[in-house]
């Protein structure tokens, strides 16, 4: 796979000597990211009947003037994922206003929203993008692993539609083809990912179940083992969708790309033990003339994990930012 040449290198990457995709994403979780950040304005946007998000978001000084960033996180994270808070922290440093999106019943927003986020939520983004472009100069979206699904769906779904301010958009990790990457998590060597991810689910769902015990009455999580059976007992039925294989169909962005209208850039590691790396060996990426994809050697999921070169310990993350930077650089003739 071949990244599309650009008029401009991104930074150098060497990954973090002798470490695997496995030692990479699980360092970065724990790995404690630079700060900087101011505090937060909080806001709750709706974007649905039942349906509130909480994005927590800091304005840069005469911000109407400014471009903003807005960050949409993966499967069980939250606006305070470590990868969240520190492409913040960079965004922030570099003049763009940052938005943290919490998808819905994630992190301290769990309680605003009736129903649970899934993976093809994009119009939830899409609300979240038309509500910062009233407050910013430009948008641009950064998107990891689920996160970029709905990142990606959401800008092909609207194509040339798309609002006039939301400039460009960026994928770490992206998965895209849904069916894959769980096929991906039910290999026995991710065990320990499968485990920690239906964990989660299930404690949020018992968690909304006490909540709005109403809605849910009927819906149980009981002996689910895997990612696939969660999907299958409660997001197909919850949202309409056959089964879980038509729910990943539906949902994934892949096959929907061809509409993308807005620059992307694509982050994903060969030895990411997540996504499968060729999941993006697709014509609608290789071919796409406004999309940028790299696949490092190294780095794992979410990860990245850099040795030096550019001065950032999280390379993927300093990357979506440059991105960023040169389109509104372009843009302004700054």
């Not at 101011?38 to 974007?47: F, G, L, M, Y």
């Not at 913040?88 to 309680?111: I, P």
């Not at 083809?177 to 320990?192: G, I, K, Q, Y």
Request: charged residues 20%; contains cysteine.
């Amino acid at each position: 796979m071949r990244a599309h040449e650009e008029s401009w290198e991104l930074p150098p990457y060497r990954p973090l000597g002798g470490a695997g995709g496995d030692a990479h994403t699980l360092l970065a979780a724990v790995w404690p990211r630079p700060g900087g950040l101011p505090p937060a304005e909080d806001t709750v946007i709706e974007v649905a009947p039942e349906a509130r998000l909480l994005v927590r978001c800091h304005w840069q000084p005469e911000h109407r003037a400014r471009p903003a960033v807005v960050l949409v996180h993966g499967l069980e994270g939250s606006s305070e994922s470590g990868y969240v808070l520190g492409t913040a922290a960079l965004a922030w440093q570099a003049g763009f206003s940052v938005v943290r999106m919490n998808l819905r019943g994630c992190g301290d927003g769990f309680a605003l929203s009736v129903t649970p986020y899934h993976s093809g939520l994009s119009g939830d983004v899409a609300a979240v993008v038309q509500a910062v472009a009233a407050r910013a100069a430009a948008v641009y979206v950064a998107g990891f692993s689920l996160g970029a699904n709905l990142t990606l769906k959401m800008a092909a779904e609207a194509g040339t539609a798309a609002p006039e301010r939301l400039r460009a958009i960026a994928g770490i990790s992206p998965a895209l083809d849904l069916a894959a990457c769980v096929r991906a998590l039910e290999r026995p060597r991710n065990r320990f990912y499968q485990a920690y991810f239906v964990a989660s689910l299930k404690r949020s769902f018992r968690r909304r179940q006490r909540l709005f015990p109403d809605r849910y009455r009927g819906f149980s999580v009981h002996g689910v083992r895997t990612v696939r059976a969660f999907d299958e007992r409660v997001t197909a039925p919850l949202f309409g969708f056959a089964g879980a294989d038509d729910y990943y169909r539906r949902a994934s962005a892949l096959p929907l790309l061809e509409g993308l209208s807005r620059p992307a850039l694509l982050v994903a590691a060969a030895d990411d033990p997540l996504v499968p790396v060729d999941t993006l060996d697709h014509d609608a990426l290789r071919r796409h003339p406004r999309v940028r994809l790299v696949v490092t050697p190294a780095g794992g999921h979410c990860a990245f994990l850099a040795a030096g070169g550019n001065g950032h310990r999280f390379w993927a993350e300093a990357a979506a930012v440059e991105f960023f930077r040169r389109q509104w650089e372009q843009a302004t003739g700054g």
